[in-house]
């Protein structure tokens, strides 16, 4: 048994040189506004990759034949909301210029704008899984909240260039301004009303031969199954319908995070589930995109 967890995700072995896949944490909640903590998230969701096979069955790749590399925490858990989006942005900028897939850990979701910022020279699409529409101007006085995320993200690379699949929460003028502004939108009714299938023709249709960024807030999920988040909102998706969506579209995606996983709120199975995501997510993406090779 292992009694103290080696304080990188588990087989993400590779040297930095080396790797091709990249993760690294962001613990930042300065703009959290229900619950407190996804600073703690990077290294629960660490501690809880130790837990797996890394043999899938499925697919038959072995995570422990991919090159991935555990690039720590980002200095920024004391910065302004500001700063911290510049320090990811720098660090970000790094990965893209070695040629690297990043893969971040928040941290709250404020933190995926610094990620953009540095990947929007190249056009792509921003897919956004998550509970919240967060495309308020701002929120409590701050526009780099999360709750204003995908706001700030339209600004910088065009409404055109972002979808927000399964959210079940908005205020009023930020529902209405997101219709009114043509964001891609698929609230979690319509998503099972229409049917999954359906849906994922659209989004397809909207991306179309677009690669994609991955913004999986973990709040997307029903509270059932990612409890440990820091604004829980029920009416979720099944971790199944979330997989059938990983499934589709891991082929194209060029980075990805996991945002909003707040550990003190549950007893580890959203840690777990966040991890387990980063090792389906990787070897999905690696198995189709060596199949096309
Ligand atoms: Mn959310």
Redo the contacts with the bound molecule.
Sequence with gaps: MIDQFPNFFADADSDYNNAHFVIFGIPYDKTSTFRYGATNAPSEIRKASWNFETYRFETGVDFRDLKVHDFGDLPVKDLSPENMIKEVEKTVLRFKKDEKFPIAIGGE?SVTLGIIKALKKEEFCVLSL???L?YRNEYEGEKFSHACVIKRITEEIGIKNVAVVGFRSADRDEYKNALKDKLFCMDIFNLNRTGLKNILEELKKHVGKRKIYLTL?I?VLDPAYAPGTS?PHPFGLTTFQLLEIIDELAEKLIGFDIV?VCPAYDKGETSLLAAELIRTIITKHYYKTSKNK
């Design positions: 979701h998550d509970a919240h967060d807030d709040d604004t909003e």
